[in-house]
């Protein structure tokens, strides 16, 4: 066993692994972001039923959430180059990466779009009618009545999906993309100790979960911290008026 597996090796191999952690962020961070206004234009899209650009939404949105990842990363490693290649654009000098950041943007956008549909959706009808009433623009009545409570609704769904992109990062490794997984993988080809590279990896991901999960937590807690505030805020002001409708009567 000894021979088989050795602790030792893990943390002497573990800021080798550590060392390929920048280029695991920088997926997630990327990929976040860009998922995160896509997704935000698609379940717009959805939402308002815009002509033609609804029902593309909804055929990219099913295809994304019926497919692996693995092959949405097969398609665009070997099919946007292929497709580009028809138009006399050569992208064979573009980093790996790239397509990496291209596959999981989209990914991410998908699922995150249905997270905000149905977020937009979540919002009572009559808020939206009132604030057509008081003349509010559709721009200002999403900017200023529909977006604040759709960030509360959906921030939990789009925490899970941040730590599930950050476990997804461990098949960028399979273009050729040296990540965290990437790293383990090379130090197990070189020493013949595949385990304990592996094991460093996991220690890395579960220690990076737990941090992305305390985050989220905190951030959750604030909001509905501030929510409850505005609610007791309300309270004194409404019997107040309550107690001076009742002295105009009198």
């Not at 699922?111 to 559709?138: D, H, N, Y």
């Not at 090379?186 to 737990?210: D, K």
Request: aromatic share 12%.
């Amino acid at each position: 066993m000894s021979e088989f597996f050795q602790w030792k090796l893990v943390w002497e191999y573990f800021p080798k692994v550590l060392s390929a952690l920048p280029v695991t962020l920088m997926i997630v961070a990327v990929a976040s972001i860009t998922g995160l206004l896509l997704g935000i234009l698609l379940a717009f899209i959805r939402v308002e039923k815009v002509p033609f650009l609804s029902q593309l939404a909804a055929v990219f949105v099913s295809f994304i959430r019926g497919t692996p990842i693995l092959v949405q990363l097969y398609v665009v490693y070997y099919g946007v180059p292929a497709l580009l290649q028809m138009i006399q654009i050569d992208v064979s000098s573009w980093n790996k990466i790239i397509f990496i950041y291209i596959t999981y943007g989209l990914n991410i956008a998908a699922f995150q779009s249905e997270t905000f549909r149905a977020a937009i959706l979540s919002v009572p009808v009559t808020q939206k009618e009132a604030s057509i009433a008081c003349g509010l623009t559709k721009t200002q009545m999403y900017r200023q009545v529909i977006l604040p409570q759709v960030v509360r609704v959906a921030l939990p769904a789009f925490g899970t999906t941040t730590i599930a992109l950050l476990q997804d990062t461990s098949l960028a490794f399979t273009i050729g993309v040296v990540d965290v997984v990437g790293k383990a993988r090379a130090i197990g080809a070189v020493t013949f100790h595949t385990l304990e590279g592996y094991v460093g990896a996991a220690i890395l991901f579960i220690t990076l979960s737990f941090l992305l999960e305390r985050v989220f937590t905190g951030l959750e807690r604030r909001m509905s911290f501030s929510k409850t505030k505005q609610q007791t805020a309300k309270v004194p002001l409404i019997s107040w008026t309550k107690k001076q409708q009742k002295i105009k009567t009198t």
